[in-house]
């Protein structure tokens, strides 16, 4: 796997840090899988689509845990690396999504929701994804990420039920699709700006 | 001059860690010494570029790390060994090192003779395989330098190397250090005078965030004579030039 994503990244230094990410270890991964099967019976049970409701959420923490002080044992050395931390942050960020998102189509696909729901959260969770990572990297704080992130979308639920009378509407109602992907690009332009170095220093 | 600072200052909140430290150096090795809490570390990691300085101005190797493409290049010439190494429990000794060299930037096709070198030069050669969860922290100690000489850097930032090290350990260290410094800038920050007295060509001494004293090791101990507390002439001149600072 590693020498696969060398090949990919063209940085063998970023494919090492990228199989080191703390959320894509065994544990986490597995713990993911369980998260989202418990969704599929769920949703198999009583109709309603958790998986759809959950996904978001866990890819979330998955984004705010990638990288960062007190997450990554190695983050104070990386800092001082040719290969800037901001390109292991998003290198490691796209990993987590990618595989966050590939784990929930399965889920979605084996839990049988209706078409609308079944893909309606992979733009909500952009933006989840973006808000937390957003707030991990302006804290410093993988913790506050995951709040964000949770916070943010657990808002966007109760609003869609107080709006429409339905939890799902924050994932079937299309006119969000703009206001997901404008929230997703601030917060993607906010982690970028955190994590720069300012200048200034002569 | 491989480190030129003048007038720098870091401030953590409404804590001035760094307050006006001007200092100039190129090859040899530079001592840092002062009590816990003086602003070593952190000047250690604004050379490190790991964190900017909130004020004043820091060169290093003739670049200004302000910029992307200076800190780059000054990130590839550096080797820095943090105060808390952490390290990846279930990567072995030449991995971890391989790690940071990748991270470098150094050419892969160079980095397992550099990565076999750095490792026999902390005697670390018959762990090289070893898993790091299974090294004394001693060991671990001497895997942090290795990832910071691996790429044979021009500048060396080691913020207290021998901590956890035993005397046999250190004095072989000693030793490294001296040999390092023929060609390369080696800052070392300490709060052990004699690591400072055999191995350092020049010694800085910190107090709250200031350079208190600058000089050799050998004007650092005259400083002591008939004044000070401590066992060894050195530690004396430290006493002495911190109770001069702070009367």
């Known amino acids: ?202 | 001059m491989n480190v030129d600072i003048t007038d720098l200052t870091r401030r953590f909140g409404h804590t001035q860690a760094v307050a006006g430290v001007s200092l100039e150096t190129g090859a040899g090795v530079f001592g840092l010494l002062g009590p816990n809490g003086a602003g070593k570390t952190s000047l250690l990691r604004m050379m490190a570029t790991v964190i900017p300085p909130t004020s004043g101005r820091l060169r290093l190797l003739g670049r200004d790390p302000g910029g992307y493409g200076p800190r780059r290049e000054i990130r590839r010439r550096l080797g820095y060994l943090p105060q808390n190494l952490g390290y990846y429990p279930g990567f072995t000794v030449a991995e971890f090192v391989e790690y940071f060299a990748l991270l470098k930037d150094m050419p892969s096709a160079q980095v397992p003779k550099a990565v076999a070198t750095a490792v026999e030069r902390v005697d670390l050669g018959s762990k090289a395989r070893a898993k790091l969860r299974t090294l004394s922290g001693g060991m671990l100690r001497r895997v942090g330098i290795a990832q910071a000489i691996v790429n044979d850097p021009e500048l060396l930032l080691l913020d207290e190397p021998t901590a956890g090290l035993d005397p046999e350990q250190r004095v072989a260290f000693r030793a490294l250090l001296r040999d390092l410094g023929q060609r390369t800038t080696v800052v070392v920050s300490t709060h052990l005078v004699e690591d400072v007295g055999a191995a350092c060509t020049e010694v800085a001494l910190m107090d709250n965030g200031k350079i208190v004293f600058h000089g050799t090791p050998d004007e650092l101990t005259a400083r002591g004579e008939g004044h000070g507390i401590g066992d060894a002439p050195m530690e004396r001149g430290y006493t002495a030039v911190l109770a001069a600072a702070r009367s």
């Open chain 1, 1 to 202: 796997m590693e020498r696969a994503a060398g090949r990919l990244l063209r940085s063998p230094g970023l494919a090492r840090a990228l199989v080191t990410t703390p959320s894509l270890l065994l544990g986490w991964i597995i713990a993911t899988v369980v998260v989202l099967v418990a969704g599929v019976a769920a949703t198999l049970g009583t109709g309603t689509p958790y998986v759809a409701l959950l996904a978001p959420a866990v890819a979330a923490a998955g984004i705010a845990y990638a990288y960062g002080p007190g997450i990554d044992p190695a983050w104070e050395l990386s800092c001082s690396m040719a290969v800037s931390d901001r390109m292991v942050l998003l290198v490691r960020a796209l990993a987590v999504f990618a595989l966050n998102a590939a784990l929930g189509l399965a889920a979605s696909a084996a839990s049988g929701a209706a078409a609308a729901v079944t893909f309606g959260w992979l733009i909500p969770m952009t933006a989840v994804c973006g808000l937390a990572l957003a707030a991990a990297t302006v804290t410093r704080s993988a913790n506050v990420g995951v709040a964000a992130g949770l916070a943010g979308w657990l808002i966007a639920i109760l609003a869609g039920q107080a709006a429409a009378g339905r939890y799902t509407a924050a994932l079937t109602d299309s006119s969000l699709v703009l206001p997901y992907l404008a929230v997703a690009a601030c917060c993607g332009a906010i982690a970028m700006y955190a994590t720069r170095i300012p200048r200034g220093t002569s």
